[in-house]
C-alpha cells in the first residue's frame, strides 16, 4: 500500500484543503460512516473568511462544528436527506433544512437542484494501492456520483477503512487532492434486542423462506431479526446497508447467497455502518460488492432478486396503510433514506414481500404508533397505495391489496390492546370507516 504522501503533488494539509472551499460553493460531502472528519473539523476553523456555503449531507455521525455551533450561521448552510440527532437539534435554528427524496436518486437529485453542477466535493478513502488505486469502501450510496460531478475533489485518506469490491475503486489521478487522518472509524452498535423487539423478530423470520434474499433497515427492530433466522438455508442479501448482525449470519453458513437471482455468491450493499467487526469483515472480502445507491436501490434492480424481503422500522402506521418513519409529526427525525425504494422492490420481486415492523406503543406504552390518523405534518414514507405487511408485537397485519375496512381490523389485531377501542371509534367518529358497513 502507498500513502498519501506517495504524491507530493497531490498530497496537502487539512487547512490548504479547506482553504480552497469559497463563499457561495455547494459541497458535496460523504455521508455517513464516510464522512471526512478532518475536513469538516478544519472548515470551521476558517468560517470567518466563508459565507453561505452550502453543505449537502445525509446521516451526520458527529457534530460538526460548522452544523452544530450557532456561531456558524451565514457561513454554513446545511441540506440533509437524513437527519440524525444535531440536525434534529438546530432545526428550529434555521440552519439546516430537509431535502425529501429517495434513496436511489438522492445524488440525481441533489444534483438537479443546481442544474447537476457541484463545487467540491469531500469525501473519504482508503490507501492507494501499487497501481494507485483506492477504495471508496463503506460509502457508495451518492459518494462516487457526487465525486463525478464536482469541480474540485479532494479525499481524506484513512488506513482504518476497509477495502471494499464493487464501483468502489478511485485512482488518484482522478482526485485533485488528498489528505490524511488515520482514525477510527466511527461505530454504530444496536445492543441487546428487547423482548418486544424479539417477538417482533420471531415473527418477521416466520416470513422469511429458505432461499430468500433479505434487506435489513436502520433501527434496533431489523437488526433484532437476525438472531431468528439462524435455523434457515441459503439466504442472500441485497441490501442498502451492510450491519453487523448480517455477518453473523454470513459466519454462520445462514448467507450463502447461492439461490440469488441477481448477483449471486454475492452480498450486495451501498454502505455499511456498524462496528468494527463489520468493518474488518469487509476488509477484502471477495463474498460482499459495493454499488452506487443509483443501482442498489433501484427498485427495479431489487426486485431482480426473487423471494426478495424487505424489512424496515417505523414510527406511525395509520388505518389507510400510511407508513411515517422519518418524522414526529411535524418534528423531521430521520429520512426516507431507502425505505419506499426497498419496500416497492421486494413486492415487485417473484414471491417477495415488503415489511414494515414497529413496537405497538412509544414513550413506554403511553401512545399507539397504530393510529387512526397520521399526527398533523408527518412526512408520509411509504404511502397506502404501497404498504404490503406490517408487523408488531402481537402479529402480522397483510394490507396490500385490502379495502381501508379491512386494513383498519387487521391493523387494530396487531395495535396494543389498550388502544384498540380508540382506534375504531376514532376511525368511525372521522367517518375513514362508518360504523355500519354492508
Ligand atoms: N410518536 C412519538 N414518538 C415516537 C413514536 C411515535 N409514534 N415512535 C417512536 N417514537 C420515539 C421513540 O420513543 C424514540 O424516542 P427517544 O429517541 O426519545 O428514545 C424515537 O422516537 C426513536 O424511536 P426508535 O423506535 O427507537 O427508533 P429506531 O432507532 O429504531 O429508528 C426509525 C426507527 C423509523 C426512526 C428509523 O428506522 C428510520 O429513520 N427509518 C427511516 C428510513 C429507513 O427505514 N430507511 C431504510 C433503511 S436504511
Keep these: 500500500m502507498n500513502s498519501a504522501r506517495s504524491y507530493p503533488e497531490k498530497y496537502i494539509s487539512f487547512a490548504e484543503a479547506a482553504a480552497m472551499v469559497q463563499s457561495h460553493q455547494t459541497l458535496g460531502i460523504a455521508i455517513a460512516g464516510s464522512e471526512p472528519v478532518g475536513l469538516l473539523t478544519e472548515l470551521a476553523s ?188 441459503d439466504l442472500g442479501i441485497h441490501t442498502e446497508m451492510i450491519v453487523d448482525g448480517m455477518v453473523d449470519l454470513f459466519e454462520a453458513g445462514v448467507v450463502n447467497n447461492s439461490r440469488k437471482t441477481l448477483h449471486p455468491g454475492k452480498i450486495i450493499g451501498t454502505f455499511a455502518l456498524g462496528t468494527r467487526k463489520l468493518y474488518d469483515f469487509l476488509d477484502h472480502n471477495q463474498n460482499v460488492e459495493l454499488y452506487r445507491g443509483r443501482y442498489v436501490n433501484d427498485p427495479y434492480v431489487i426486485a431482480k432478486n426473487n423471494k426478495m424481503v424487505s424489512v424496515n422500522t417505523a414510527l406511525q402506521v395509520d388505518i389507510l396503510g400510511q407508513v411515517c418513519s422519518q418524522s414526529i409529526g411535524t418534528r423531521q427525525f430521520s429520512g426516507t433514506g431507502g425505505q419506499l425504494d426497498t419496500h416497492r422492490g421486494a413486492q415487485l420481486s417473484e414471491g ?22 397520521l399526527a398533523p405534518g408527518a412526512g408520509v414514507t411509504v404511502p397506502s397505495q404501497d404498504v404490503d405487511t406490517i408487523i408488531t408485537e402481537f402479529g402480522v397485519a397483510e394490507l396490500r391489496g385490502r379495502s381501508v375496512k379491512d386494513r383498519m381490523e387487521a391493523l387494530i389485531r396487531v395495535a396494543h390492546p389498550d388502544f384498540r377501542d380508540w382506534i375504531r371509534d376514532e376511525a368511525h367518529r372521522l367517518g375513514i370507516v362508518p360504523k355500519t358497513q354492508f
Design 352 to 373: 417477495g414481500r415488503g415489511i414494515i415492523a414497529l413496537r405497538s406503543t412509544a414513550k413506554n406504552g403511553a401512545i399507539s404508533t397504530i393510529v387512526p390518523t
Design 46 to 233: 476558517q468560517r470567518n473568511r466563508l459565507e453561505g456555503v452550502h453543505c449537502w449531507t445525509c446521516l451526520p455521525m458527529r457534530a460538526y462544528d460548522i452544523f452544530a455551533q450557532p456561531e456558524m450561521a451565514g457561513h454554513f448552510f446545511n441540506e440533509n436527506w437524513f437527519y440524525s440527532f444535531t440536525d434534529r437539534q438546530v432545526h428550529p435554528e434555521g440552519r439546516v433544512s430537509y431535502i425529501p427524496n429517495n434513496l436511489h436518486r438522492a445524488s440525481e437529485d441533489k444534483l438537479y437542484a443546481t442544474k447537476g453542477h457541484l463545487d467540491v466535493f469531500f469525501g473519504t478513502a482508503t490507501p492507494p494501492n501499487e497501481e494507485g488505486y483506492m477504495s471508496l469502501s463503506i460509502g457508495l450510496i451518492v459518494e462516487r456520483d457526487l465525486l463525478n460531478a464536482a469541480s474540485l475533489k479532494i479525499l481524506e485518506i484513512n488506513e482504518n477503512l476497509p477495502w471494499t469490491y464493487g464501483d468502489t475503486l478511485v485512482h488518484i489521478s482522478e482526485v485533485d487532492y488528498v489528505v490524511e487522518n488515520h482514525i477510527p472509524l466511527v461505530e454504530l452498535s444496536n445492543g441487546e434486542s428487547s423482548e418486544i423487539e424479539q417477538q417482533i423478530g420471531g415473527y418477521i423470520a416466520d416470513l422469511i423462506e429458505d432461499g430468500s434474499t433479505i434487506q435489513l433497515g436502520i433501527g434496533g427492530i431489523p437488526n433484532a431479526i437476525t438472531a431468528y433466522i439462524m435455523e434457515r438455508k
